[in-house]
């Protein structure tokens, strides 16, 4: 945890180094003649002087970020799940519910609601068959 504030915290630096390197660099026509148009002083391809003190820490700059930026993707995969493995499971619905707020009709061959005594036997109906409890279904486990 703490390497991954201190990546952090070099990144930034980086980033703010980077951009400010790259905006003191001059242009390739730089000069005169190229603020308008011409590019008389300079060969086709541009000319290309010793590499600065700016060039080298363009350079030194641009790899220390593809490094930092390499870095923390790799320690934010190992780091976070799927959406789908944080979401907590679906509530289950009761099954006395209807759409309206409604309750459901009892089940046939069950007794009503304040009827008590007896057997299913000697009532004459069938006893009802056993209700599976629903099992939620099992994702499989992190890697």
Do not use: N
Request: net charge positive; glycine share 12%; proline share 10%.
């Amino acid at each position: 945890m703490l390497l991954e504030y201190f990546l952090i915290g070099l990144h930034i630096l980086v980033c703010f180094i980077l951009i400010m390197v790259v905006l003191l660099q001059s242009g390739k026509a730089a000069d005169l003649a190229g603020a308008f148009g011409g590019g008389g002083s300079q060969t086709a391809l541009g000319s290309r002087g010793a590499a600065t003190v700016l060039t080298k820490a363009t350079s030194i700059s641009a790899i220390l970020f593809m490094i930092t930026s390499l870095s923390l993707a790799i320690i934010g995969s190992h780091r976070t799940r799927s959406l789908f493995e944080q979401a907590p499971p679906p509530a289950a619905v009761p099954e006395t519910s209807q759409p309206g707020g409604k309750p459901a009709p009892p089940a046939a061959g069950s007794a009503p609601a304040g009827q008590a005594g007896g057997s299913e036997k000697e009532k004459g109906a069938a006893p009802a068959p056993a209700a599976k409890a629903a099992e939620p279904a099992k994702s499989p486990a992190p890697k």
